[in-house]
């Protein structure tokens, strides 16, 4: 069966530190992989999506970018944080084929002070 | 992209009540998905409902893909209900989600 898992799972980052949240996916290949942020508790922001190595498509400009070094691998980043980056990262994955379901991991909360 | 809305916004239930929720979406859409956000943060997936009606339990949902809106019905609801609700759907590779309905089921 096919699994998710992003770690870490919480995080209190200084501002203008760096980051890195990294998701991988077991189970499957060549999946669609995504990154969401969920401020405030409510609404789901979509960052990036990835369909395949190396490509990766950015939905809002912002201080993070992402990165997909393996099929199944999926990292976020920022070199410098800011306060407004503070929220709930959630990583999801599903296939390719349309009409498919997508999968979520843990998410990872990240504070930035 | 494709807008979701979901309402209502928030809902109080006393435990064993029945509910419906609801979401529109603008257009056209290849799948539509219910998830329970638990107070952790995890995304449980409901239902995978493109069209139809499926039921799980104490959960049914309808989806009319030709009025492009869904329903997720929870009978005699109970506390461990409580949470956030979000349907979200598939267009273009990506996929949307509405803002969700919170859902505060007291004993």
């Known amino acids: 069966s096919q699994t998710i898992h992003q770690w870490p799972a919480t995080l209190v980052q200084p501002v203008g530190s760096p980051l890195s949240l990294e998701c991988t996916v077991e189970?499957?290949?060549?999946?669609?992989l995504y990154w969401y942020r969920q401020a405030a508790g409510r609404g789901l922001q979509l960052l990036f999506y990835s369909v395949g190595i190396g490509q990766i498509s950015s939905e809002v400009p912002q201080n993070l970018s992402a990165s997909r070094p393996q099929d199944r691998q999926f990292i976020l980043s920022s070199k410098k944080l800011l306060l407004s980056d503070s929220g709930f990262y959630l990583c999801?994955?599903?296939?390719?084929?349309?009409?498919?379901?997508?999968?979520f991991g843990e998410g990872s909360w990240l504070t930035v002070v | 992209g494709i807008q979701v809305e979901q309402s209502p916004p928030d809902l109080i239930l006393q435990e064993g009540a029945n509910s419906t929720l609801r979401c529109n979406f603008s257009d056209s859409v290849n799948n539509l998905q219910w998830f329970h956000q638990n107070p952790w943060g995890q995304l449980i997936n409901l239902f995978y409902i493109p069209s139809g009606t499926k039921q799980n339990g104490r959960l049914s949902a309808t989806t009319v893909a030709t009025e492009r809106y869904s329903l997720l019905y929870i009978s005699s609801s109970q506390t461990t209900d409580s949470g956030v609700y979000f349907c979200a759907v598939e267009g273009f590779n990506k996929f949307y989600f509405g803002s969700g309905t919170k859902l505060n089921v007291k004993p």
């Open positions: 999801a994955w599903s296939t390719r084929r349309s009409g498919n379901t997508i999968y």
């Open positions: 189970g499957t290949s060549n999946p669609n």
